[in-house]
C-alpha cells in the first residue's frame, strides 16, 4: 500500500491562499536552485543518481507552475490570482535558466547511459534534447536573447489570456428578443430597470442564445460580441507573440515556430500540418456543402432572398433541422440532463470503465464553495491512487472555457497525482453538448490519475506529446453517446430513462454538420499555423481570408476571431492537434465493443496500454500496442463519410 496523502489546500479565504501560494513556492523554487547547484558542483555520479536529482528538481518546479496556472484561473480572489500568476512566471523563468544553464548541461551531456533501464535512458534523451531546445548549445548573446524572449512571452501570454478572461462582453435585449429560449433560462434573465436583458459572451449565455433565440439580428450582434472579446488590445498583444516566436525558432536554428513546435510531437514539422489541415479539409468538403445545403434551404422559407447561411444563422437552423426533420428537440433532450445526475453518472461510468472508485471528501478545503473533491482509489484493493477537484459552475473572474488542469504531477513514492476539472456548466439542466464536454474533459483528468504513477515526473499522466493528449478525451466522449451507458444516469424529473429511439436520433443529429464543423476546425487550425508562419500586419484581412478558405461560412464585419482565441497562445501554431488526435481517437474507438460500451475486458486493457504508461513510450507505439497493428485514417474518414 502507498503512504502517500494528498496535498492539503488552505482554507479559501484570499490571505490564506496568498500566504500558503507564496511560501511554498519560495520553498520549491529554492530546493530547485539548490538541487541545480549541488548538481553542477558534485564530483560527477552514477547517471542514475543524476537524473533521481534532476527529478526532485523537475516535481519542485512543475509544482510551483501547476498551483500558479490552476489558481490563477480559479480562485476567487483578484490578489491570489494575480500571485498565483506571479508565482508561475516564477516557476517558467527559473525553468528558462536552467534550460540554459551550460554547466548543468554539461553535467548530463557527460553521463553515460550504459547502465541505465529504458525508462531513464529515455528520460536523459528528453532531457538532452529539452537543453538542446531551450538554446543551451548556442552562443552567449544568443542566450540571453532566448532568455529575454521566454520571459517576455510568459508575461504576454498572461497579459492575452487575462484580457479575454476579464473581457466578457453583453448585448442588451428586448424581453420580447429571448423568444425561443428555453422558459428556465428565460426566468434566469430577468430584465433590469431599463426593461433590457443583458445576455452576456460567456459560454452559458452565448450558447443557448445562439442556438435557440428567433431574432437572427440579436444572434448577431451576440455573435459580434463573442467574436470581438479582446479586441482590439489583444492584437499588439499577438503580434509581438508571433514575432518573438518565430525570432525564437530562427535562433534555434529552426526555419518557423511550428517547425520547432512540432519536432517534438507526433506530427514532425510544420508543413506536415499544412498538409494534414488539406487532407481534412478535402475529406469533408463534400459532407460540408451536403449540409449546409440543407440549412440554406431551411433559411430560405423564412428568409426567401437569403443568398447564403452566415455564421450566426448557422447554429439556430442546424437546431431547426434537427427539431423539424430528424425529431430532436434539444429542449427535450435537455430535461434528462440535470447537472447532479449527469455528475454522479460521470462517476459511475467511469468508475465502472476504469476499475476507479471516487469518495466526496467534503471534509478537506476547496477554493470556492461549489467546488467538490473526490478521493480517487482502485476498486479491485482500495488503494489510494489520486484525487479530483471539479470546479463546474461559472463565477465572476474565473476560467472561461472547459479544461483539465494538473494541481500536483503523480510521481511513484513522492506524490499523487491530483487535477481539477474548471468548466462553466449551468447548475440546473444541461445540453447535451456539455455533458459530452464533461466527459471529454474527465478523460484528461482519469489520463492524469491514471497515467500518474511513473518514476519519473517527466512522463507523468498527460505527459504524452502534445498532439495525442486529445485522443483519449475525445475518445470517452462516445460514452456520452450510447443508449445504453446513458439510461444508466440520463432520467427525466419523474425518473424515466431517456429513452434509447431519442438517443439514435440525437446521435443522427449530431452527425449532421459534422462536415462543416470539420472545415471551420480546420479554418481555426489554418489561423494557428498561418498566423504564426506569416505574423501578417493586417490579421483582420488575413482571418477573413482563411475563414472564406476553409469555413462554409462567412466572415463577420468588424469582429477579429484570433483576439479572444485562447488556444494561440497556449497551442501555439498546434490547433490541429483535436483533429489529429480525433482520427487516433476514432481508430481507438473501432476496438471496443459497440454493443457493449462497458466490457470491462476493452476497457481496462486500453486503461493498462494507452492510460497507465503516460509518457514512457511514444504515443504511436501505445496506439499500436493496443490496436495491435498502427493507427490508420480509415476509421475517421469511415464516420465522416457517414
Ligand atoms: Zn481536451
Known amino acids: 500500500?502507498?503512504?502517500?496523502?494528498?496535498?492539503?489546500?488552505?482554507?479559501?479565504?484570499?490571505?490564506?491562499?496568498?500566504?500558503?501560494?507564496?511560501?511554498?513556492?519560495?520553498?520549491?523554487?529554492?530546493?530547485?536552485?539548490?538541487?541545480?547547484?549541488?548538481?553542477?558542483?558534485?564530483?560527477?555520479?552514477?547517471?542514475?543518481?543524476?537524473?533521481?536529482?534532476?527529478?526532485?528538481?523537475?516535481?519542485?518546479?512543475?509544482?510551483?507552475?501547476?498551483?500558479g496556472e490552476l489558481f490563477s484561473e480559479v480562485h476567487p480572489d483578484p490578489a491570489v490570482r494575480e500571485q498565483a500568476d506571479a508565482i508561475s512566471q516564477q516557476a517558467r523563468s527559473l525553468a528558462t535558466q536552467f534550460g540554459l544553464d551550460t554547466e548543468l548541461y554539461a553535467v548530463f551531456a557527460g553521463l553515460d547511459a550504459a547502465d541505465l533501464d529504458a525508462d531513464s535512458r529515455r528520460l536523459l534523451e528528453r532531457v538532452l534534447r529539452s537543453f538542446r531546445r531551450s538554446g543551451v548549445a548556442t552562443a552567449e548573446p544568443t542566450r540571453a536573447r532566448i532568455k529575454e524572449i521566454r520571459d517576455r512571452l510568459t508575461v504576454l501570454g498572461q497579459q492575452f489570456a487575462k484580457t479575454i478572461r476579464e473581457g466578457t462582453r453583453a448585448i442588451r435585449v428586448r424581453p420580447e428578443q429571448?423568444?425561443?429560449?428555453p422558459q428556465d433560462w428565460i426566468d434566469a434573465h430577468p430584465a433590469d430597470e431599463q426593461?433590457?436583458?443583458?445576455?452576456t459572451?460567456?459560454?452559458?449565455?452565448?450558447?443557448?442564445?445562439?442556438?435557440?433565440?428567433?431574432?437572427?439580428?440579436?444572434?448577431?450582434?451576440?455573435?459580434?460580441?463573442?467574436?470581438?472579446?479582446?479586441?482590439?488590445?489583444?492584437?499588439?498583444?499577438?503580434?509581438?507573440?508571433?514575432?518573438?516566436?518565430?525570432?525564437?525558432?530562427?535562433?534555434?536554428?529552426?526555419?518557423?515556430?511550428?517547425?520547432?513546435?512540432?519536432?517534438?510531437?507526433?506530427?514532425?514539422?510544420?508543413?506536415?500540418?499544412?498538409?494534414?489541415?488539406?487532407?481534412?479539409?478535402?475529406?469533408?468538403?463534400?459532407?460540408?456543402?451536403?449540409?449546409?445545403?440543407?440549412?440554406?434551404?431551411?433559411?430560405?422559407r423564412d428568409h426567401p432572398d437569403a443568398?447564403?447561411?452566415?455564421?450566426?444563422?448557422?447554429?439556430?437552423?442546424?437546431?431547426?433541422?434537427?427539431?423539424?426533420?430528424?425529431?430532436?428537440?434539444?429542449?427535450?433532450?435537455?430535461?434528462?440532463?440535470?447537472?447532479?445526475?449527469?455528475?454522479?453518472?460521470?462517476?459511475?461510468?467511469?468508475?465502472?470503465?476504469?476499475?476507479?472508485?471516487?469518495?466526496a471528501r467534503t471534509d478537506v478545503p476547496v477554493w470556492h464553495e461549489t467546488v467538490t473533491a473526490y478521493d480517487v482509489s482502485r476498486t479491485a484493493d482500495g488503494e489510494l491512487v489520486g484525487r479530483i477537484y471539479l470546479d463546474l459552475h461559472p463565477r465572476e473572474g474565473k476560467f472561461k472555457h472547459a479544461a483539465q488542469f494538473t494541481l500536483v504531477s503523480g510521481v511513484a513514492e513522492v506524490s499523487l497525482p491530483e487535477g481539477a476539472l474548471v468548466c462553466n456548466l449551468p447548475t440546473g439542466l444541461m445540453e447535451h453538448g456539455d455533458v459530452v464536454t464533461l466527459f471529454h474533459e474527465f478523460g484528461h483528468l482519469i489520463h492524469h490519475v491514471v497515467g500518474g504513477h511513473q518514476r519519473w515526473a517527466e512522463f507523468s499522466g498527460v505527459a504524452t506529446e502534445w498532439d495525442f493528449v486529445e485522443a483519449p478525451s475525445q475518445m470517452l466522449e462516445e460514452w456520452a453517446w450510447d443508449p445504453a451507458v446513458l439510461r444508466s444516469f440520463a432520467t427525466d424529473v419523474a425518473g424515466e430513462p431517456i429513452p434509447a429511439a431519442l438517443v439514435a436520433r440525437m446521435r443522427a443529429a449530431e452527425d449532421f454538420g459534422k462536415g462543416y464543423f470539420a472545415r471551420?476546425?480546420?479554418?481555426?487550425?489554418?489561423?494557428?499555423?498561418?498566423?504564426?508562419?506569416?505574423?501578417?500586419?493586417?490579421?483582420?484581412?488575413?482571418?477573413?481570408?482563411?475563414?472564406?478558405?476553409?469555413?462554409?461560412?462567412?466572415?463577420?464585419?468588424?469582429?477579429?476571431?484570433?483576439?479572444?482565441?485562447?488556444?494561440?497562445?497556449?497551442?501555439?501554431?498546434?490547433?490541429y492537434t483535436y483533429m489529429w488526435s480525433l482520427v487516433i481517437a476514432k481508430d481507438l474507438f473501432s476496438a471496443f465493443n459497440s454493443h457493449d460500451l462497458f466490457d470491462v475486458s476493452v476497457s481496462s486493457r486500453y486503461r493498462d496500454t494507452i492510460l497507465a504508461p503516460g509518457g514512457t513510450r511514444d504515443a504511436a507505439d501505445l496506439v499500436e500496442c493496443f490496436l495491435g497493428r498502427p493507427f490508420s485514417f480509415d476509421a475517421y474518414a469511415a464516420w465522416l463519410a457517414r
Not at 539548490?34 to 548538481?39: I, K
Not at 488575413?542 to 477579429?560: D, H, I, K, N, V
Request: aromatic share 10%; hydrophobic share 45%.
Open 1 to 67: 500500500m502507498s503512504d502517500l496523502t494528498p496535498l492539503s489546500l488552505p482554507e479559501p479565504e484570499g490571505r490564506a491562499y496568498l500566504a500558503w501560494l507564496t511560501d511554498t513556492s519560495a520553498a520549491a523554487l529554492d530546493a530547485a536552485r539548490t538541487g541545480a547547484d549541488r548538481l553542477k558542483t558534485a564530483a560527477p555520479g552514477p547517471a542514475g543518481d543524476v537524473l533521481s536529482a534532476w527529478n526532485n528538481i523537475d516535481i519542485a518546479l512543475g509544482g510551483v507552475a501547476a498551483r
Open 178 to 181: 429571448l423568444a425561443g429560449l
Open 520 to 575: 471551420t476546425q480546420m479554418f481555426y487550425a489554418a489561423l494557428s499555423y498561418y498566423l504564426h508562419v506569416e505574423n501578417p500586419d493586417d490579421l483582420v484581412a488575413r482571418t477573413a481570408e482563411l475563414q472564406a478558405r476553409y469555413s462554409l461560412f462567412g466572415y463577420l464585419p468588424g469582429t477579429c476571431m484570433p483576439a479572444g482565441f485562447g488556444h494561440l497562445d497556449g497551442y501555439g501554431s498546434g490547433y
Open 195 to 199: 426593461g433590457l436583458v443583458s445576455i
Open 307 to 359: 443568398e447564403r447561411v452566415e455564421s450566426s444563422d448557422a447554429a439556430y437552423y442546424a437546431e431547426v433541422h434537427r427539431r423539424e426533420e430528424l425529431d430532436v428537440d434539444a429542449q427535450v433532450v435537455r430535461t434528462y440532463f440535470d447537472f447532479a445526475k449527469v455528475r454522479a453518472g460521470l462517476l459511475a461510468v467511469t468508475g465502472r470503465l476504469f476499475g476507479l472508485s471516487y469518495t
Open 201 to 300: 459572451t460567456d459560454y452559458p449565455d452565448a450558447l443557448p442564445f445562439r442556438t435557440f433565440a428567433h431574432d437572427a439580428a440579436a444572434r448577431r450582434d451576440l455573435l459580434v460580441a463573442s467574436l470581438t472579446v479582446g479586441y482590439p488590445d489583444n492584437v499588439a498583444v499577438l503580434h509581438e507573440i508571433f514575432a518573438l516566436r518565430a525570432e525564437l525558432a530562427q535562433l534555434l536554428g529552426y526555419a518557423t515556430w511550428p517547425d520547432y513546435d512540432a519536432e517534438v510531437k507526433m506530427i514532425g514539422s510544420g508543413e506536415a500540418i499544412a498538409t494534414f489541415i488539406d487532407k481534412i479539409a478535402d475529406a469533408a468538403d463534400a459532407p460540408a456543402r451536403r449540409d449546409v445545403a440543407v440549412l440554406l434551404e431551411r433559411l430560405r
